[in-house]
């Protein structure tokens, strides 16, 4: 099913409904390192989102081993830290998943009705 084109647009038949395209394609160098570097960062983010899910595992499997009778707030300061590598992990793989989008030259690039 396509869309009927804008008043005034009938005229012009090499033009999208929906305007040019939203960016010129990259050369393949900057591509692939957009999608090397992006792969990285959603490694790296997996790594440190598994360390943080198995320290908090620890951590509900056996609470007495990680509670200091010197500091008693300790506790806390070790759910803040796993609180943080999570936030940490979810941001790295999130800009890698973006770098990567970029790469493979996905962004905006839904159907215009081309």
């Known amino acids: 099913m396509s869309v009927p084109p804008p008043p005034g647009m009938e005229a ?3 033009v999208s409904v929906y305007g040019p395209p939203l ?3 990259m050369p393949p160098r900057r591509r692939n390192s957009l999608l090397v570097w992006g792969s990285i960062l959603r490694m790296v983010g997996a790594v440190i989102g598994g360390i943080a899910v198995i320290w908090l595992g ?3 499997a ?3 081993g ?4 010197l500091n008693p707030f300790g506790f806390f300061t070790v ?3 796993i609180i943080v590598l999570g936030g940490l ?3 790295l793989v999130g800009v890698g998943w973006a770098l990567q989008t970029w790469g493979v030259g996905l962004v905006l690039s ?3 009705g081309e």
């Open 12 to 14: 012009a038949p090499n």
């Open 62 to 64: 056996s609470p007495t």
């Open 58 to 60: 620890l951590l509900v």
């Open 23 to 25: 960016a010129a394609p």
């Open 79 to 81: 759910l803040g830290v």
């Open 89 to 91: 992990s979810a941001i």
């Open 110 to 112: 839904f159907d215009r």
């Open 66 to 69: 990680l509670v200091d009778p």
